[in-house]
């Protein structure tokens, strides 16, 4: 059972627009900062987006991300089927002294 | 550019201590930076073990820490997981990571930014 919680999986067709959520509470998301990372089949996961909406430099700004209160979204738009991928959110949880991660949502690029 | 490596055993009997090694190349570790581990249990999520500062300062996810020692070696450029007492459900990927941390008015950020590849440990009698 992980701290953060996402829905298993999503599905859209490509060049539509996705969104993925991630629920907490005030002691991780609400009141830090949230990450997310995308985890393509058999390789390590890869930082997507840090501080709830901010993209490293290599990647493309078909992904976002937003936080209100208790809960973070990442919306991927345009998706391609190279975003076949599991993607995790994450942030630090000041209640356990840990950094906690969603369990996982699979997203299917039909 | 900054890689790290993970080297390990791959195959453990339940009771022993796991040791991990994780190889920083580009990137002098005694400049700065947290670096982590992070295990995910095949067909699982992920689960963060513990970090360590270039300085030495240790932090470690509760529900491990009366297993886990997270260590750095700055004369070799790596950091190292000991987890003792294993068993099957210490089965998982092993990642180490470059962690990026700081602290401001709006919370806490805590972010594994640069990740190695991963290695496969099997706890199996």
């Known amino acids: 059972q992980s701290v953060l919680t996402q829905p298993p999986s999503v599905s859209a067709a490509p060049g539509q627009k996705v969104t993925i959520s991630c629920s907490g509470s005030?002691?991780?998301?609400?009141?830090?900062?949230v990450s997310w990372y995308q985890q393509l089949p058999g390789t390590a996961p890869k930082l997507l987006i840090y501080d709830n909406n901010k993209r490293p430099s290599v990647i493309p700004d078909r992904f976002s991300g937003s936080k209100s209160g208790t809960s973070a979204t990442l919306g991927i738009s345009g998706l391609q089927t190279g975003d076949d991928a599991d993607y995790y959110c994450g942030t630090w949880d000041s209640s356990l002294s840990a950094v906690v991660f969603g369990g996982g949502t699979k997203l299917t690029v039909l | 550019q900054v890689q790290l490596q993970e080297s390990g055993p791959g195959l453990m009997k339940p009771s022993e201590t796991l040791a991990l090694t994780c190889a920083v190349s580009?990137?002098?570790?005694?400049?700065?930076?947290?670096w982590g581990w992070i295990r995910q249990p095949p067909g699982k999520g992920l689960e963060w073990i513990g970090s360590?500062?270039?300085?030495?300062?240790?932090y470690y996810n509760p529900s491990l820490e009366s297993r886990v020692i997270v260590s750095v070696d700055t004369s070799k450029n790596q950091f190292s997981l000991n987890l003792r007492s294993v068993t099957a459900a210490d089965t998982a990927v092993y990642y180490c990571a470059r962690r990026q941390y700081y602290y401001d008015r709006n919370g806490a950020s805590d972010v594994f930014d640069i990740w190695g590849q991963g290695t496969m440990v099997t706890v199996s009698s």
């Open positions: 005030s002691s991780n998301i609400e009141n830090n900062y």
């Open positions: 580009g990137y002098s570790i005694r400049s700065g930076y947290y």
């Open positions: 360590i500062h270039h300085r030495g300062n240790t």
